[in-house]
Every structure is written in structure tokens, then in C-alpha cells.
């Protein structure tokens, strides 16, 4: 599987990607975000990070960073897209998936493992997962804390578009920003474009605290 890897001015997170991908035996490439086109790719990656120092608003001035538009028409004809913590959020801005990021409750950047629980596996994402599943992954954000207003949640969960929630280990809910339903992930109506706010990338190891972040990753390319 080939995958590419964006990288925006500001972006710490595309390094570790391309790693645990590359574990996964996965031909990865680094893509410039100044570039305007996409190579050939089967999975296209919004990798976590602070692109443009998260001026303005989080992943706002990377909405249009010449490579978007590319990565908007190929989600839109069916490609596969991942949005990763400020990929996640540049998916927002991009109106790739509904809903927007505010700042935590606390007010206060949140860094450690959380606990997740898989709500829906009929995507192009998480098929070789489990509904019900808990997994460890580590966050680390400012602005997690997930909205979007009653008709589009409606809209969500009519179309099986959440896919991660946070919990604790038992599996009962344990929100650590303040998003709508503790919102950890959702994908687009056509099921081809994911974004989660935790860092699969940085659990594929048991030696890094955990390795659930590979079970995410390995379901993403196997799906």
C-alpha cells in the first residue's frame, strides 16, 4: 500500500507516521504541502501537529495551503483521507467532515493516554476492529474539544459517522476535552475520510505504553 504523508510548516507528527506505516510495510512518501498535486497514493495522511503555530485557529491557514485542494478532490472521488489531531482539525476547516474544534474545557493543553472505545465499524477504516473495543492511545491537544450542533450530531449517529468515543479501561465514558458525547473520531457520510483527535502513531510499540495504536493503523490499511 502506498501512503502519503503531508507535511505543513508546523507539523511535528509526519516523521512518527511514516514510521509506524513503513512498520506496517507500507511505501510512504512526505508530501510538501506547497506542492499542488498528489502523487499515487491509496491513503492519503493529515499527520498531528501545529501547522502554521496553530495561528488563527487551528488548521485554518493550512485549509489553504495549495495541496488541500488536491486532497479535497481526491476525498472526493472516493480516496481514502486520515486526518490525525491537526489533520483532524485542517478535515474540519476543509468541510471534509462535519463540525469544528473549540478549546478544551480546561483551557489547558492535555497531554497523556486516554482510553477509546470503538462505536462503528461499518467504514473504510476500522473493519478489523471491534464494536466495543477499548484501546490506549496517547492525546495531546489544545483544541480536542469536538461541537457540532443538535441536527448534525442527529445526522452522525443516523449515519454511523462516530467511530471513536472517550472512555475509561471499563469502557463507560470519560471525557477528557468537553466534546459533544466525547467525541474521539468520526468519519464523512461516504465512509472514506476519517479524523481522530488521539495518536495512533504514537502506540504502535508496547516499549511506548502501548501498541493499540497499531490495531488502529493495521484495520486503516487492511480495510
Not at 506496517?24 to 503555530?53: E, R
Not at 476492529?129 to 441536527?151: C, F, K, M, R, T
Request: aromatic letters at 8%; proline letters at 3%; hydrophobic letters at 35%.
Amino acid at each position: 500500500m502506498r501512503v502519503s504523508v503531508v507535511q505543513f510548516a508546523g507539523t511535528n507528527c509526519e516523521y512518527d507516521t511514516k514510521y509506524a506505516f513503513e512498520k506496517l510495510g507500507c511505501k510512504v512518501d512526505i508530501i510538501w504541502h506547497k506542492n499542488k498535486t498528489l502523487p499515487k497514493a491509496d491513503l492519503v495522511v493529515l499527520p498531528g501537529g501545529f501547522s502554521y503555530g496553530d495561528a488563527l485557529r487551528s488548521g485554518a491557514i493550512a485549509r489553504f495551503s495549495p495541496i488541500v485542494e488536491d486532497v479535497i478532490r481526491y476525498a472526493k472521488k472516493g480516496g481514502k483521507v486520515l486526518g490525525i489531531c491537526n489533520g483532524f482539525q485542517i478535515l474540519l476547516e476543509s468541510r471534509l467532515l462535519e463540525g469544528a474544534m473549540k478549546r478544551n474545557d480546561s483551557l489547558h493543553f492535555i497531554s497523556k493516554f486516554h482510553h477509546l472505545r470503538v462505536e462503528n465499524i461499518d467504514n473504510n477504516f476500522l473493519r478489523g476492529l471491534g464494536v466495543g473495543d477499548i484501546l490506549n492511545i496517547p492525546i495531546a491537544h489544545a483544541e480536542g474539544n469536538y461541537y457540532i450542533d443538535s441536527d448534525g450530531l442527529k445526522s452522525l449517529k443516523d449515519n454511523g459517522q462516530i467511530l471513536l468515543r472517550y472512555c475509561d479501561k471499563d469502557g463507560n465514558i470519560k471525557n477528557p476535552n468537553g466534546s459533544v458525547e466525547s467525541i474521539a473520531g468520526i468519519c464523512n457520510k461516504n465512509k472514506n475520510v476519517f479524523g481522530l483527535m488521539p495518536h495512533p502513531e504514537r502506540a504502535i510499540e508496547d516499549i511506548l505504553g502501548s501498541s493499540d495504536g497499531h490495531k488502529i493503523l493495521k484495520s486503516i490499511i487492511g480495510s
